[in-house]
């Protein structure tokens, strides 16, 4: 399979820190990569720039075997890349189904019309309705955002996301902050998903990980120091040392 | 149309009061409320252009009087220059003309001013839109040939088809039109796809361009719309008042707008209509009893503030939209 997504000597420092140190790496069409790696590795850093959020300081992004590494970010939205946010994202005082319809709008053509109300577009109502029917939100639809629970808000995260109608799609923790029953029930949307979307995953749920994931590369202090099936990973020597702290 | 709740009734209430009661005093022989009336028209049309910006794009634009200054330039200069010679391509009194460049040259000052602006947040973005709203002051302030810091008299009102501006009552009939036109435009706007991404922008800036939306470039195009409907609310002023100084684009006029807007109802239809009301109502009656009038309507603007959600919109019915 072709790699969706092909990282190369990717480096970004703040300060001192260098929070990308090289980063090489290849997502291929269709498959679900995990990366792990412990806190401060860098894992929400290079999710940023592989969305455009910030720009790296040397390295090279190609998405489609185009290169995107200075393309604005909204512009690889529109080449098909999205991503989720460890820290919900979402606008709080629109209802929960104006959210997911801004998505699916913003790949319906361009949205500089001015007359016709929005919320009576048939085509684009329904098909964000459906997402959310999808993720389990269905008779949320009308509330407004600021009214769900942290667990919905993530439910709602991933809606949006598949509304975006993004081939690729950087999921930055979804699990954050959810209990083992939401967990569950993400770990299960997330199978059911897999296949049809090709997902980079950052989780620090391993159990999440190991039964999601097709590859899993890990990262530490900005470095991927290993990338492999979960079986391969966990048998790498270097990975039990400086992650799962096992000699 | 859009669905018809409890503030719909309202807004239609109090629209029709505002149309109909300056009227009635007219017609009994009082010109003092339709002159008071004319003017709260035409600045609520000023407040509602910025609550497009202020209210649904989250943009605080400290600089709007700057378009009003601009509107009544643009009656005042061509006319200027019909009765005083000089510059023969401007100088008119056709109405259509004026309106055209007090538009024109709005949206355009929005343009080039909201291009950089809008590349700064929050803090930045007030100050910013200050700036340029205090560099038009000054030039208009520097110009001698315009009267400089004494003002512009404007000797004949616009010369318009089908309405005579002479008359008190027709410019009445003239800015009230605008001003409800002025309301649906945004009303419109904003729930189009266009107002959605506005108003996304606004509530997560970084969702809507993860999204894939140039959100600058959404909010550029609110600000050019909001610029150049404030400069033909500059130009109803400039017939208005038949006079225009470099005073009415000072930033305390600014800040007067902003006013009008919060303490009606931010993101409201009739909300900025209500802060305006307020504020003519408040300036007119207490004006005459002490110079310190704005301390009253500080405190207002406080309390509203501080305890009630939605502005006076918020006040009477209730909270939410």
Redo the contacts between chains.
């Keep these: 399979m072709a790699a969706l997504l092909e990282v190369r000597n990717l480096c970004k420092s703040f300060g001192g820190v260098a929070a990308t140190d090289g980063v090489d790496l290849d997502v291929l069409t269709g498959e679900l990569h995990a990366i792990i790696g412990p806190n401060g590795a860098g894992k929400t850093t290079l999710i940023t720039q592989l969305?455009g959020?910030q720009k790296p300081d040397s390295g090279r992004i190609r998405f489609k075997g185009h290169g995107i590494t200075r393309m604005?970010?909204?512009?690889r939205?529109?080449a098909g890349i999205?991503?989720s946010?460890q820290i919900t994202?979402?606008?709080?005082?629109?209802s929960v189904l104006?959210?997911v319809?801004?998505?699916v709008?913003?790949?319906d053509g361009h949205?500089?019309?001015?007359?016709?109300?929005?919320?009576k577009?048939a085509h684009i109502r329904d098909t964000a309705r459906d997402w959310l029917q999808q993720v389990g939100l269905g008779d949320r639809v009308d509330a407004p955002t600021s009214e769900l629970s942290h667990g919905e808000h993530r439910l709602m995260e991933i809606a949006?996301a598949l509304a975006?109608g993004a081939e690729l799609m950087l999921l930055d923790e979804p699990m954050a902050g959810l209990g083992p029953d939401e967990s569950a029930r993400m770990v299960t949307f997330l199978k059911g998903i897999k296949g049809t979307k090709t997902i980079l995953l950052i989780e620090h749920d391993m159990d999440a990980v190991f039964a999601l994931a097709d590859r899993i590369s890990v990262l530490v202090y900005g470095k991927i120091i290993a990338t492999g099936t979960p079986d391969e990973i966990r048998a790498n020597a270097d990975v039990r040392h400086a992650y799962l702290g096992e000699e | 149309m859009?669905g018809f709740g409890k503030s719909s009734w309202v807004t239609l209430a109090i629209m029709a009061i505002l149309l109909v009661l300056p009227m009635v005093f007219y017609w009994n022989g009082n010109t003092f409320y339709l002159s008071l009336a004319t003017r709260l028209t035409i600045l609520a049309i000023a407040a509602v252009s910025l609550n497009l910006v202020l209210g649904y794009g989250g943009l605080i634009s400290f600089g709007h009087a700057a378009y009003i200054g601009f509107g009544a330039y643009a009656v005042g200069i061509p006319t200027y220059h019909v009765f005083y010679g000089g510059a023969e391509g401007i100088a008119t009194t056709n109405g259509l003309f004026q309106f055209g460049v007090a538009v024109g040259i709005s949206a355009l000052f929005a343009l080039i001013t909201g291009a950089i602006s809008l590349r700064t947040k929050g803090v930045y973005f007030i100050m910013i839109t200050m700036a340029f709203a205090q560099m038009a002051y000054y030039m208009f302030l520097s110009i001698e040939e315009y009267g400089g810091d004494d003002g512009l008299v404007i000797e004949v009102r616009s010369k318009l088809p089908l309405v005579d501006l002479d008359n008190p009552m027709e410019l009445f009939v003239l800015s009230y039109v605008s001003l409800v036109v002025a309301m649906l435009m945004v009303r419109?706007?904003i729930?189009?796809?266009?107002?959605?991404?506005l108003?996304?922008a606004k509530?997560?800036n970084?969702?809507?361009?993860?999204?894939?939306?140039?959100?600058y470039l959404?909010r550029l195009?609110a600000f050019t719309i909001s610029g150049a409907m404030c400069g033909f609310a500059g130009a109803l002023m400039g017939n208005f008042s038949s006079f225009i100084s470099p005073e009415m684009m000072a930033w305390s006029r600014s800040g007067e707008l902003m006013f009008m807007v919060i303490l009606g109802g931010t993101a409201t239809t009739l909300g900025p209509v209500l802060g305006s009301a307020v504020f003519i109502v408040v300036e007119e009656f207490m004006s005459s009893y002490t110079v310190y009038w704005h301390l009253p309507f500080g405190l207002m603007l406080i309390g509203i503030v501080l305890f009630v959600r939605g502005g006076l919109m918020g006040l009477l019915v209730g909270k939410g939209r």
Excluded: W
Aim: charged fraction near 15%; aromatic fraction near 12%; charge should be positive.
């Design positions: 969305s959020a604005p970010a909204y512009t939205a529109k999205t991503r946010f994202s979402l606008v709080l005082d629109m104006d959210n319809a801004l998505a709008q913003a790949h949205s500089f019309r001015f007359l016709k109300p929005a919320r577009i949006i975006s | 859009i419109t706007i729930h189009s796809r266009f107002g959605m991404v108003q996304g509530g997560n970084e969702r809507m361009v993860t999204l894939g939306y140039n959100s959404y195009v």
